[in-house]
């Protein structure tokens, strides 16, 4: 029998915290739902031994949270805020054709794109993620709770930020959280480099998280509306509208800053060097080092993305004009073609393919071979074909798990087990041949205290310092 449920609410004026907290007291059980107003949340149980200490439990969350400054509230009244997107202000582009080999139409404008050697992942604003092979035939469809403002890899996984404010790992059979973003952070761009997240913020901030989303540090850069972030053993590169500026990773001291004409509006990264594309229509490529600039590259609009072959031996633009650009690494432009399809958000080069994602929510390949190049310019161009994906059904990101009774004797697996750490829930590996002292870091919205998982693999981050749970995930009876 339920003993009573409190709702309280924390909305800051000028743009700060818009959040809610719940917590729920039935028996011995304790159910707390948080997250933006106006969204579902994440959702928490944990039981007691007795009802007694489970009121006691809730009293102290409550308490805690209305020392923070949340209050007693409506559930209802007060409404989402609105996501901030990025300005479409795409033309349609007045150059030659690019020989577009394929073109799938995801439904809606796209930011995310990651292109791996065996798939590539698109992410629109319906929150849609769809994996295809390099010939574009279409794998998988995953469903988010949110548009997708962007998807990265790091090693073996794949995350894609959302504008729930949530980062999920799409590395399963289905969408798990794997970090929680502070809800008064308006997010516009983020990066991961062996379980450490940076994101970049409307306000022209950048904020890092460890691999189990607690936070490291965070600092207020001097532009606003940074799109730029990108994470490297070397630490953070923000770009903004000042400019970019390279962060420590541990610390978050600056190491340099270096100003650009216009404001930064996305960032690429190769070993050595950082690059700029901004709203003055110029890409910046910059030494890592210490920011000087090594080369720039003109284009004749705004540069909405950019990217490089490996080692930067080329480097691609496309801006608002719906055109894309190569040049080479000393700035000589050597082609400049129209993409048929809108501007490209994001964009990846792989094996002599360039992949778009676009404003009009295409995802494109490009035949960037010289000889594909040399043909179109002559208004040659390759048949096209429209990718569909007709029958493929959204798996949604859940916090179900599947439960088994044992260890599958055939695909064998990675036995971990879920801890009560102070205030946070840690996962550490029980099977042997493994460091149990070490953290793993492992979906949020599905800890509970005791139990027991089976995941495919666990591999050790980088730098030795925690394991990274990937594939599939089940709990133990």
Known sequence: ?????????????????????????????????????????????????????????????????????????????????????????????????????????????????????????????????????????????????????????DDFWIYAGCDDGRVYDLGGKVPRVAYEIASNVDIYWLDIDDGVLGVSDRQGGITVVDHEDEFQWSRRSAGESAWMVRCATEGVFHGHSGGVTHYRARSGDPVWHTDTPGDVLFGWQEAGEVFAGTSRGEVHRLAKSDGAEIARYRCDAAVFSCATSPDGEYVFAGDSHSSVYCFAADGTRLWKLGTGCGSAFSMQYHDERLYLVTTDGSLACIDASPAAVHAAEQGVLPRRSDVKADGWRRVEATAEVETIAGVPAHTGGVVVECVQDGGRLRVHVVSEGYDSRLGVQFPKDIRVPGARYVVTEVHPSANGGFYRARGEIKRLL
């Open 1 to 153: 029998m339920s003993t009573g449920t409190t709702y309280l609410e924390l909305s800051e004026a000028g743009g700060g915290a818009h959040k809610f907290y719940e917590v729920d007291v039935d028996g011995t059980a304790v159910t707390i739902t948080y997250g933006r107003i106006g969204e579902r949340g994440a959702v928490r149980t944990t039981s007691y031994a007795d009802a007694a200490k489970a009121r006691n439990a809730a009293e102290k969350k409550i308490g805690e949270k209305v020392r923070k400054g949340y209050a007693p509230a409506v559930k209802g009244v007060r409404q989402r805020r609105p996501i901030t997107r990025r300005q479409i202000t795409s033309t349609r582009s007045t150059a030659q054709q690019a020989p577009v080999l394929w073109r799938f139409a995801s439904g809606a404008a796209a930011f995310g794109i990651f292109v791996g050697e065996d798939r590539v992942w698109i992410g629109n604003e319906r929150g849609d993620v769809y994996t295809l092979t390099h010939d574009g035939s279409v794998t998988g469809r995953f469903g988010l709770p949110d548009g997708v403002k962007c998807i990265v890899a």
